[in-house]
């Protein structure tokens, strides 16, 4: 069995579901719970991943947290002048 993604407009998917009952000894119908709960599931992942990747080969470079920190301080305090 294959697996792929269809993407069916909202006011569609009953009369889809109707149109695959006929074939439902061929064609399983699964929700992904990933994009129930968050629609840019797969994407965020893609990104992090990349991000990641990015990290360990080089091409950016993580700063400490300690860095981090100093520069959040010295952004609000260049705000309150």
């Not at 697996?3 to 109707?18: G, K, R, Y």
Request: a negative charge; aromatic letters at 12%.
């Amino acid at each position: 069995m294959q697996t792929l993604t269809v993407n069916i407009e909202d006011n569609f998917v009953q009369d889809f579901l109707a149109i695959i009952e006929h074939y439902k000894d061929k064609v399983q119908v699964t929700k992904d719970k990933n994009l129930e709960y968050d629609p840019f599931f797969y994407e965020r992942k893609k990104q992090l991943l990349q991000d990641i990747d990015d990290i360990d080969n080089g091409k950016v470079k993580m700063i400490s947290n300690e860095d981090f920190w100093d520069d959040i301080d010295n952004f609000t305090q260049s705000l309150q002048k």
